[in-house]
Structures are given as C-alpha cells and as structure tokens.
C-alpha cells in the first residue's frame, strides 16, 4: 500500500548489512587510490599502451605544444583523476563513519540516505567514467573506448608494469561496486518513502497514553509513562489489590464486629 514518509526504513537489517559492505570497498578504494597518486604508474600504463598501439604517446601532449598546437591530456591519462579518486575515497571514509553513528541511534533516515549516497553515488559515477574515458588526441592511435588495462589482459603488458595493470583493473572493479551500492542504497531509501512501514510504533504509543490517562498520568511523557504503568498498583486504591489482612486488622474487626449485627466475640464453648 501507498504510503509517503521520510524517517522509517521499511527494511532495517538491509540497510545494516548494506553498511557493513560498504567497509570493505571503502578501505579498498582508498588503498588502491592512494597507491595510485600522484603518478604511481598513471604514465608508464600510458606509455605501455602507446608501445602496443593502443592509445596515445605521453609525448604527444609536448610535441603537439613545441608545433603551437596546444593539445588536452586525455582525462583518462590526467593527474585530475588521480586526486580525484583519493579525494572521494577520504570523503567515504569519513561518510561511512558518519553512517556507523546514526544508523544505530535509527537517524539516518532514508530522506537523508538519499542524499549522502546520492552524492557518493555521483561522485564514484563520474570516476568510473573519467577511468573509461577515450584517448583520442592521436590521429593513428585513437582509442575511443576504455584504456587498454580494462579490457585487455594484464599479462599482455611490460613484465614491470603488470603489477600496476591489475591495480588499476582492481581501482576499476572497486569503483564498479561502489557505484551499485550506493545506488541499491538510494533504491531502498526510495522505497522506504514511498511505501513507509504501518505505524505501529505509533499506535503503541497512542496506546500507552490512553492508558496513561485512565491510570492518572495524562501529563507524562511518553518513556516515564511506561515507567509509571509499570509500577503495581498500590493496595487499597481504585484498580489496586484488596488491602492485606493482617493479625492488627483482624484484630479491630473483632472488636468493632461486623456491620450485620453479629457479636463481636465468637469464640467457641
């Protein structure tokens, strides 16, 4: 059934385990960014690829500016990327840990969900497109698909730079993940305004305050309500215990008797 709220998850645990997840990626992204900058092998990638053929020189950039042709590093090959990458790799670091705050205390609340990882979403997005960007600056060696570490095998590159090929294959895969969590995250936030959970929690409350005010605790809040309702009724009183007999209480009935006229005394022989 159709219903609209900002501040209950109709599905808790999934988004527990979602945040969990998101560790593993998170340490993964900054690791493998961090490696990478500022220039770990952003250009010996660059320069393998330009001996096979598959993209342009690192030199192209200069000698297209020694002839007054100023040209563009493609953005897949700029150092932008790289501090990019480890820029938004600190900023998860630091919105995940904002997550293990709030998520337990129940306020991160889908409508802010939506936002943050709408935001890491982006981010993440434009990464896996800067890393898949084309390289078409030289004329005999276009590449207008991803560079050659993502879709090529690694074992196809220098023997020095294979290490390097799969760390920037693993960047890819990580941002790829990071890119669908944060999406199925939005989904479920999504999800949980447009259809909220009953308010049951609520009528629990609607509950407690009705029997509040029955029990004389109409000016309570809520939690010393519960507290109030907890406590057994005091004997004697409307809706309490009958008061105790004790040996004092029979006593003075013995001697004050009963209301139906019988003696006071009525002992044996």
């Not at 693993?170 to 199925?184: G, W």
Request: glycine share 6%; net charge positive; aromatic share 12%.
């Amino acid at each position: 059934m159709f219903r609209f709220g900002l501040l209950r998850w109709r599905f808790p645990k999934a988004i527990i385990v979602l945040t969990v997840l998101e560790l593993p990626l998170t340490v993964a992204a900054l690791a493998l960014f961090g490696i990478a900058d500022p220039d770990t092998y952003r250009t010996k990638l660059w320069r393998d690829g330009a001996l096979h053929g598959w993209n342009s020189d690192p030199s192209t950039p200069l000698y297209a500016a020694a002839n007054y042709q100023p040209v563009k590093i493609p953005l897949v090959w700029s150092s932008f990327v790289t501090k990019f990458n480890l820029t938004i790799s600190v900023l998860s670091v630091f919105l995940w840990l904002v997550k293990c705050v709030t998520v337990p205390l129940r306020v991160f609340y889908p409508a802010l969900s939506v936002l943050v990882n709408g935001v890491l979403c982006a981010v993440y997005a434009f990464s896996l497109r800067a890393q898949t960007a084309p390289d078409t600056i030289d004329p005999a060696h276009q590449n207008t698909g991803p560079p050659w570490y993502i879709t090529r095998s690694c074992s196809l590159a220098s023997p020095d730079n294979v290490g390097y090929c799969k760390q920037a294959k693993a960047a890819f895969y990580v941002t790829v993940f990071m890119v669908a969590l944060f999406a199925t995250n939005i989904l479920f936030a999504i999800h949980s305004m447009l259809f909220a959970p009953a308010r049951r929690l609520d009528d629990d409350e609607e509950s407690v305050h009705g029997k509040a005010a029955q029990a004389g605790y109409g000016e309570l809040t809520s939690p010393q309500q519960w507290e109030m309702l907890r406590v057994p009724p005091t004997p004697g009183t409307a809706g309490g215990m009958k008061s105790p007999i004790t040996p004092r209480t029979r006593a003075f009935n013995a001697l004050a008797g009963d209301a139906s006229g019988q003696p006071a005394w009525n002992g044996r022989g």
